[in-house]
């Protein structure tokens, strides 16, 4: 017993002529996007040739299914035109060339004429009648030589169609989701035409109404899911191609999924074959980058140095939802410049013009978080100096001399200081030096190495003084026994150094 396939059948070209409509009216509605208006046609052209093939299977007579050939035919001879046009359209994000579209659209015109005068010439099909089967009314007609030259124009189009598509996805990896789509849409139909020609005389049922089906379900879900008429290619190449600096998309798999051409200039190995590697891979990154997959931060700035030249990395999450990020854009911006100033700008703040050492903000600082830190088994101590007949050096010699024997006093601080101490400029011939970690007996010792050598070296002679944390006193405290201790080293009849241990008889 037959069983009734009509009401599927129907209701499954029918359901897919209703989705391919609102697939056009949504695309309509973006008309100032090119890629969608050639959507909207070849979906308007999807919606007649399905609706057309539904009313030829329920039809009672010759004539009547003859007429829904011929309203098939007003969106099959369309088909391959919108089709190309449409590809053409998303592969360059702008209308294709006049000439192209018109030579298109042409040909299925002349397609279309020769079936609304097929009764003249039967240049397209013979009609011979329809059989029932099914309840399915099935029409019986010999093919002519116009609709094989169709199904070549189909053949063509489905190359050249499929043929930029797949360049398309080989270059831009972001995009391969709904390129995917597109080529799964346009090829679903063409097998059922391949399924049709090899098996016609067994198979009488047209398969290719009910395959756009799926380029029905590709497409919805491309334009509502992926924008791919509006979002795709503006941003793609108005955006992310235009933007004046090194980009790179990665998944959440931090996997590179796309770049642009700039980034070449910062990563020359970037090419096609890097595409799904791990971002680790290039060594122009800074590390560390894998701890994305689990931070929340919106933007992520980092800053770091490669090849002598300092970035700017400044990572946006691409959300699907609120929670998970599902993949990344990083944006690169060289910041050499501003890094040099921002270095000299920090220098001239912390350091003294003249000798370079640190000047005296940046040394009290220092020694005040450092007391916080200095114990009974690990004291710090302070040495307090200046240069012995310095006023003398300056009447004598001039102010040129004495700069001089104050940048060479810092020279020798620089080569012989401890490595876990600092030296400052205090103010006028007078320096700091700051020793953590270091006792006073170890302090007395550099003290009395430098004055040798700087009496050696130099043919200068200094005055120090010095002093050890005790447990509870403020820095000023501390500079305070230095300063003493350097003022009786300096007194006439005094030795040129004041030992700790009499300073801390004082």
């Known amino acids: 017993m037959d069983v009734d396939l009509l009401p599927v059948i129907t209701t499954l070209l029918l359901g897919t002529a209703a989705l391919s409509l609102t697939s056009a009216c949504y695309a309509f509605r973006q008309n100032h996007y090119p890629v969608a208006i050639w959507c909207g046609w070849l979906m308007l052209a999807v919606a007649l040739y399905c609706s057309g093939y539904a009313g030829e299977l329920a039809s009672h007579s010759v004539t009547e299914a003859d007429f829904w050939i011929r309203l098939q035919f007003f969106g099959a001879a369309y088909l391959p035109a919108f089709i190309i046009l449409l590809t053409l359209s998303y592969q360059r994000q702008s209308h ?3 000439v192209v579209a018109a030579l298109l659209m042409t040909l299925s015109s002349v397609t279309l004429v020769l079936v609304l005068g097929n009764d003249s010439h039967h240049l397209v099909y013979w009609m011979d009648g329809i059989t029932r089967q099914n309840n399915l009314s099935l029409s019986q007609f010999r093919i002519g030589p116009a609709y094989y030259l169709h199904l070549v124009y189909l053949a063509i189009s489905w190359v050249i169609t499929n043929a930029l598509l797949w360049r398309h996805y080989q270059r831009h990896a972001a995009y391969r989701t709904p390129i995917l789509l597109i080529i799964a849409g346009v090829t679903a139909p063409w097998l059922g035409y391949l399924i049709n020609i ?42 992310f191609e235009a933007l004046n600096k090194p980009l790179l998309v990665l998944n ?10 700039k980034a070449l200039e910062l990563a020359p190995a970037l090419g096609a074959d890097m595409i799904g590697q791990d971002v680790s891979q290039l060594p122009c990154l800074p590390p ?3 701890h994305l997959r689990y931070s929340q931060n919106e933007v992520e700035l980092l800053e770091y140095r490669y090849d002598d030249r300092a970035w700017e990395l400044a990572i946006y999450p691409l959300h699907l939802n609120q929670q998970t990020a599902q993949g990344y854009i990083l944006v690169f911006q060289e910041v050499t410049a501003r890094a040099t100033l921002i270095e000299t700008l920090r220098t001239q703040a912390e350091r003294d013009t003249l000798t370079n050492l640190f000047n005296r903000r940046v040394v009290m600082e220092y020694l005040t978080l450092q007391m916080t830190s200095a114990t009974a088994e690990q004291p710090l101590s302070v040495i307090l100096f200046d240069i012995d007949h310095f006023k003398s050096i300056n009447d004598q010699q001039g102010h040129i001399a004495g700069d001089m024997a104050l940048c060479q006093i810092a020279s020798l601080l620089q080569q012989t200081l401890m490595s876990t101490g600092i030296a400052g400029r205090y103010g006028g011939d007078e320096f700091l030096l700051v020793l953590p970690a270091t006792s006073a007996e170890q302090a007395a010792h550099y003290a009395h190495e430098l004055n040798r050598r700087s009496q050696q070296q130099l043919g200068i002679s200094l005055s120090l003084g010095l002093s050890q944390t005790q447990g509870g006193e403020a820095a000023t405290e501390l500079l305070q026994r230095a300063d003493l201790a350097l003022y009786h080293a300096g007194a006439p009849g005094l030795n040129p150094f004041c030992s700790p241990v009499t300073l801390d008889q004082q």
């Open 288 to 290: 560390g980058l894998h």
């Open 252 to 261: 959440e798999q931090l996997q590179i999924v796309d770049f642009n051409h």
């Open 198 to 239: 090899v098996n016609y005389s067994t198979l009488p049922l047209d398969l290719s109404p009910m395959c756009f089906a799926v380029t029905s379900i590709c497409f919805w879900i491309g334009l509502f899911r992926y924008r791919f008429t509006n979002v795709a290619p503006i941003a793609r190449d108005h955006l």
């Open 96 to 98: 294709p060339p006049l």
